[in-house]
């Protein structure tokens, strides 16, 4: 529950609602919000993480440490491979994926299910039945090629929206407005998304560093008072010495895990980069329907004018920094800074995570290097907002 006593907010949560009180117009106004969606169906992980070592145990105790004769081990093969084939793809559909109704994620679980069988159950008592691997290794490879396609359709889709990016001269970046477009795009595949991130993490790290950083009154900072850089640059030098370090010492123990190692340290490295660029390029920007905020490659969100309530100073006491339905445009390094800015949303916005990852936020906390030239900017371009620190 959040109370503020000159009226500018109060919520309060009852149900699967959330009951705000909000200064619009000089009068407050009670509102209903039902929560964020992502809050009421969560993937229930754990469930599905007991549930499934629980069939993998009892399997396993079945075939390595209770005595069966040979006609029970046959059957005893057969119902394993029910449970690890079709019951462990069921739960992780009904706990993990039917939200979204992510389909293919499934087929690989139960790809995986089928080699951890085969891990447990002697291969004696699997003669016979070699036919349930070949047939989702063709499964697997006919979504493989489906995922190529998909791939193909990908670049085609950036090479057209580049194109059309690079003929206009927007407010924000032309790779952010790539990303936003692109997404926007394949909206509804997941590996889209993530190949999406990729690609953006790599221009970044790689082919940015010549590209200046825009300069107007309606681009905003929120990193030069802060040592977020520094921090890490300081990473990517501790990655590099762990790396040179460690790869030997494992390398005399397991060559293969010291080279998967080394492969992990150095896509961190090149993921930091494109970090720092993502961060020095991509600034919050007021444009005349929106205000854009980027917080590196991590997660940014986009604030249409038409559900902007308010755009003003943060109260003593009011920011949360717990607040699950709000999104943080806080940049973190050895302590977290404070906002001073909060824009209220009568409607929720998306904020998109790296790798296509989403929720949902009905206020967003910026802390800024320039928070008064920044309400300045909102308030030319009609934004409500209160221009002076403290007023309700």
């Known amino acids: 529950m959040k109370l503020k006593e000159n009226g500018h907010f109060f919520s309060k949560r009852r149900g699967n609602f959330c009951y705000k009180i909000i200064r619009r117009d000089n009068n407050l106004v009670k509102e209903a919000v039902h929560m964020n969606a992502a809050h009421v169906s969560q993937p229930k992980w754990k469930w599905f993480i007991i549930l499934s070592a629980v069939i993998v145990l009892s399997n396993f ?32 559909y009904l706990f993990v994926f039917r939200r979204k109704r992510q389909v293919v994620p499934v087929i690989g679980v139960a790809l995986s ?25 063709a499964g697997e490879a006919a979504l493989f090629a489906a995922e190529i396609w998909i791939i193909v359709r990908l670049v085609k889709t950036i090479r057209s929206i580049r194109r059309k990016v690079d003929a206009t001269e927007g407010a924000v970046t032309p790779a952010l407005t790539v990303w936003h477009e692109a997404e926007a795009a394949f909206s509804e595949n997941r590996l889209a998304k993530v190949i999406i991130s990729e690609w953006m993490m790599w221009k970044f790290a790689v082919t940015s560093w010549r590209q200046k950083a825009p300069e107007s009154n ?40 010291a080279w998967i190692m080394a492969v992990l340290n150095i896509y961190a490295v090149f993921f930091f980069l494109g970090e720092i660029q993502a961060i020095r390029l991509n600034r919050v920007t007021v444009e005349p329907d929106k205000i854009t905020i980027p917080m590196g490659l991590t997660k940014r969100v986009v604030a249409e004018k038409d559900h902007i309530l308010s ?21 973190t390094d050895m302590e977290k800074g404070k906002p001073q800015i909060v824009i209220e949303l009568d409607r929720p916005a998306t904020v998109h995570y790296i790798y296509g990852f989403a929720k ?24 409500k907002h209160t221009s002076q620190k403290g007023d309700g």
């Not at 009011?318 to 445009?329: I, R, S």
């Not at 936020?361 to 800024?368: E, M, R």
């Open 218 to 257: 309606r681009h905003f900072t929120a990193h030069r008072r802060t040592s977020v850089l520094a921090f890490r640059i300081m990473l990517i030098h501790a990655i590099i010495l762990e790396t040179v370090g460690v790869h030997w010492l494992i390398h005399s123990w397991s060559p293969v895990l």
């Open 61 to 92: 105790y079945a075939h390595r440490l209770l005595p069966l004769s040979e006609n029970d081990r046959q059957w005893a093969a057969a119902g394993s491979l029910v449970d690890f084939v079709l019951v462990l793809p069921l739960l992780a």
């Open 113 to 137: 299910g089928y080699f951890a069988a085969k891990a447990i159950i002697p291969q004696a008592h699997l003669a016979g039945m070699e036919w349930v691997g070949w047939l989702l290794l």
């Open 360 to 383: 949902k936020a009905d206020t967003i906390y910026l802390c800024l290097d320039q928070p008064s030239e920044f309400l300045e900017a909102a308030e030319a371009e009609g934004f």
């Open 311 to 331: 755009v003003r100073w943060i109260e003593e006491g009011e920011y949360n920094p717990k607040d699950q339905t709000a999104f943080h445009g806080i940049y």
